[in-house]
């Protein structure tokens, strides 16, 4: 009996080494050629799970979309509501008192991954939250993302805690919404900036904002793209860099921690630029961005989580 058991126990233990659906450093991944599309590597690509934040990947390509067709301008000046301050998660805490232009609700939204600069935005665009998440269904859909269902602008989990009621996805979906906004939109400029100001000129005292994707800077012309995390979700990351001619995507869905996915990414980058083909060329749009510098690693320590922005007080208000 004992040998019995020794034995089932093999077998499981190996059985787990060799599926990727019981990794436990994450749910799934990929790497692609941003030029041509091609898949250089994936492991568990099509495993559905929440995207968390990464959600605002296809939010700023909705917004894009309608500025490129003229129904926004980037002055474009939105006065934030009641529902865009009441969101709640990681945010520049929105106030109704505010009026922003989308330009700014932009970096909000890719810099310190705000929530309720999603919501601002979505109303802007499509006049409510339910009009905005059919059009990111509908474009999800135009991009062939066939395992991936919207219902938020922002990627916060459904009131309820049901994870099929939330946003969903798969890397491969990622990685197809990833290329276009690499080949049709500014996002770079955007998703590339480290630090910046948010309500300068507007607040008493800006909230500094500071990019939750700690490659930038620490891999070889990392720009980009998106982090995410929830409980539900774990830590995601839609990342891509370009070295020379070259450009690489890397989407890590479902890592225990940061330093795990960011690990991971790292390691996917490395190894997508060692898998492209020499004739391999990108040609983006022209997006001016901040020159990227490799810096050595940050040193390892406790799982890290997704950074909150400086707390800001209007007057006569209190802190949120």
């Known amino acids: 009996m004992r040998t019995l058991f020794r034995s089932a126990l093999l077998i499981l ?36 799970s929440p995207p968390a934040s990464v959600t605002k990947l296809m939010t700023f390509l909705v917004v894009h979309d309608a500025l490129a067709a003229g129904k926004l301008q980037l002055t474009t ?53 339910e009009a905005f998440v059919a059009l990111m269904n509908a474009r999800a859909a135009s991009l062939g993302l066939t395992h991936t269902t919207f219902r938020s602008p922002h990627g916060l989990p459904p009131a309820n805690r049901v994870i099929a009621d939330g946003d969903l996805t798969s890397p491969r979906d990622l990685a197809k919404l990833s290329r276009e906004l690499l080949l049709h939109t500014d996002v770079l400029k955007y998703s590339s900036t480290k630090v910046r100001d948010f309500g300068r000129g507007v607040r008493p005292e800006p909230v500094v904002m500071r990019n939750h994707n700690h490659l930038l800077g620490a891999v070889d012309g990392c720009d980009g793209l998106k982090t995410g995390f929830t409980n539900a979700a774990g830590f995601c990351l839609a990342a891509t860099a370009q070295r020379g001619e070259k450009r690489v995507i890397v989407v890590v869905m479902g890592s225990p921690d940061r330093r795990t996915r960011d690990a991971h990414v790292r390691r996917l980058i490395e190894e997508g630029f060692g898998k492209i083909p020499a004739t391999s060329v990108f040609t983006g749009p022209p997006v001016a961005v901040a020159p990227v510098v490799a810096t050595p690693a940050a040193p390892t320590g406790a799982p890290g989580v997704e950074e909150p922005a400086v707390r800001f007080v209007l007057p006569g208000k209190t802190k949120r």
């Open 13 to 48: 233990t190996l059985l787990a080494a060799a599926s990727p659906a019981l990794r436990a450093d994450y749910k799934g991944a990929i790497v692609m050629d941003a030029a041509s599309g091609a898949v250089l590597s994936e492991e568990n690509a099509d495993v559905v």
């Open 77 to 129: 000046p939105v006065p934030v509501a009641a529902e865009d301050a009441k969101t709640g998660g990681t945010q520049v805490w929105l106030d109704t008192r505010e009026t922003f232009p989308v330009e700014e609700l932009l970096y909000a939204l890719m810099i310190q991954s705000a929530n309720d600069a999603a919501s601002a935005l979505a109303r802007a665009t499509a006049g409510s939250r």
